[in-house]
């Protein structure tokens, strides 16, 4: 009888199987019943497909990682089984690939094991959900400090030379403040800006400042760009 049980859940789908798996937990441990009754929630084709998706990159890129950062002891706890269930939850409506990929990339980043003690998870997970390639790549271009350039300008050709894409400069000026507005960049500071500036002997007048769009990644920025890049050094 146990062996048939075997044999049943190896023919299933990798996101019934998760379900499979979890409602086993569940069974025995407190700790996963609530996700467990949110179960029912996923169980249509159309998110099952969506979760499937997301859970095989996820574990591609987990199998993908360097032995020396996989964080074995994590993605053998409780804690690895909630932080899937909650991207689960977030993902399963996801029509955009390049979000799911997106959202792989956060549970991968999750079994990294630089990022074991990291407690802001769920805010990141929280901020993933509000953003896009495009918003993300403006994180990766920017720095922590003020490094001279343009944001707005340098951006807008890049993305678009690197992605084929037709974004417009005004849709990349509207992500730069939607960006400001979830406090994950900032205009760069003045003072910052021209302590720079005089490194090569340059000035900026305060009118042509307000002009320029000089931005930078904020603390909360930079530590999710961090959180997530880790996988790819």
């Given amino acids: 009888m146990e062996e048939n ?14 379900c499979c798996i979890i409602k086993a937990i569940g069974s025995y441990w407190s700790f996963a019943a609530p996700f ?27 199998e993908e990682l360097d032995n020396r950062v996989r964080n074995v002891e994590y993605m053998n706890s409780q804690e690895f089984i909630c932080d899937l269930l ?15 990929i997106m959202y792989a990339k956060y549970l ?17 997970l929280e901020l993933m959900e ?7 790549y403006i994180l990766k271009s920017l720095k922590n400090t003020f490094d001279g350039k343009d944001a707005i300008e ?20 509207n992500h730069f403040y939607y960006l400001t507005s979830l406090g994950l960049i900032e205009m760069s500071d003045q003072e910052e800006v021209e302590a720079f ?24 920025g930079d530590d999710l760009y961090h959180f997530i890049s880790k996988i790819d050094t």
């Fill in 5 to 18: 049980k075997i044999n049943e859940i190896g023919k299933m789908s990798l996101p019934a199987k998760v």
């Fill in 108 to 124: 991968t980043a999750c079994c990294h094991i630089d990022n074991a003690e990291n407690r802001c998870k769920r805010m990141f």
């Fill in 197 to 220: 500036l005089q490194k090569y002997k340059e000035c900026l007048s305060s009118s042509t400042f307000r002009k320029a769009h000089l931005y930078q990644r904020t603390t909360l």
């Fill in 36 to 62: 467990v009754s949110a179960l029912s929630d996923f169980q249509n084709y159309k998110q099952n497909r969506l979760i499937e998706d997301v859970l095989k990159k996820a574990f591609t890129m987990i």
């Fill in 86 to 100: 909650r991207t689960v939850d977030y993902s399963k409506n996801e029509i955009d690939e390049n979000k799911r």
């Fill in 130 to 136: 509000k953003i896009d390639g495009l918003d993300f």
């Fill in 154 to 173: 340098m951006i807008y050709s890049k993305y678009n030379d690197e992605y084929n894409s037709d974004v417009s400069k005004k849709e990349v000026m």
